[in-house]
């Protein structure tokens, strides 16, 4: 990892631009910290997670992380994910906190037999929604940006949840260039989103101008995968193949990272950091377009977001 006293690699031509969502972000951050009692931050792993960390290093140096990383571990996400949590979070000092809905992983919650909108609701919302209640959480960061999916657009910076942890798009608070707010009842809380300004391109920029890790599954290589449903499946040892089902060895990277049986990759050259934002220039499709869980209709974005998720 490379020290935050040490000068980050030449600056890319929109850096004032990242300097400003920077500054916007690093200010919510200490905004939240001082008015909310117990606040944690929600770590999926992923590429906006890492920014969120490194931001909120930047917040409070030379002093340590003040709030605990929480991750949902569904028992369903890729190793490497997995093992980049638990090597970051050390090598930062930060204090990790791993939930896991232990009843429903017993009882065989899968994708498979259930569907998105079951699996999720037990193994990501009960989950989520049980660990910030044993933490006695009254605020949880979020790395959702609204340009990536239009629930997450409807979102406020700061964001009400119920006694319940439930979200209502049409009773939310009203929020003024930057004044938030942090009011709240016994059993409430607060989502904040430091990150809601900022786009994908944004992302990869800030990554590859501060030279933060990420999980080498971002990064294009050949993978064994299988194509199921139209989506390029990563293939791992014991992985049942449905009828028709053949292994390839496809070049591909990760635009987005979730449990494995529900995240599909892109087939891509794109094997450095440059090379994702060179080719991001060329996308029209969505970032999220190889999540099934958007696309079940039945357990949509905004649906699972009213019952309690991220």
């Not at 930047?58 to 991750?71: D, E, R, S």
Request: aromatic share 10%; with cysteine; glycine share 8%.
């Amino acid at each position: 990892m490379i020290g935050l006293e040490q000068e980050a690699v030449s600056p890319p031509a929109q850096l004032n631009h990242l300097q400003a969502l920077e500054a916007e972000s690093i200010a919510i951050l200490r905004e939240a910290v001082a008015e909310f009692a117990r606040p944690v931050m929600l770590y999926s792993i992923g590429k906006d997670s890492s920014v969120m960390l490194r931001l909120a290093q930047k917040a409070f140096y030379p002093g340590k992380i003040p709030f605990p990383l929480l991750h949902v571990d569904t028992s369903y996400k890729f190793p490497e994910m997995i093992q980049f949590r638990d090597a970051y979070a050390r090598e930062i000092g930060a204090e990790l906190i791993v939930h896991r809905n232990e009843e429903a992983i017993a009882a065989g919650a899968n994708p498979y037999t259930l569907g998105t909108q079951n699996c999720c609701g037990l193994l990501k919302t009960r989950s989520l929604l049980d660990a910030l209640a044993e933490g006695g959480f009254d605020a949880a960061f979020g790395g959702a940006r609204r340009d990536e999916e239009k629930s997450r657009a409807k979102e406020r910076v700061y964001s009400f949840r119920d006694g319940a942890g439930q979200w209502d798009p049409k009773n939310q608070r009203p929020e003024l260039w930057s004044l938030y707010n942090s009011r709240l009842r016994k059993g409430e809380s607060i989502r904040v989103f430091p990150l809601s300004n900022w786009t994908e391109m944004d992302i990869w920029l800030y990554l590859y101008a501060e030279r933060i890790p990420i999980v080498p599954l971002y990064f294009a290589k050949e993978r064994p995968l299988v194509v199921r449903g139209g989506a390029l499946t990563l293939y791992s040892e014991g992985m049942k193949l449905l009828p028709g089902e053949k292994v390839e060895t496809v070049k591909v990277r990760m635009r987005s990272l979730g449990c494995a049986p529900c995240t599909g990759a892109i087939r891509s050259e794109a094997d450095t950091l440059p090379k994702i934002i060179e080719e991001l220039m060329t996308f029209r499709r969505s970032e999220r377009e190889n999540r099934a869980i958007d696309h079940d209709e039945e357990g949509s974005m905004e649906v699972k977001k009213r019952e309690g998720y991220f």
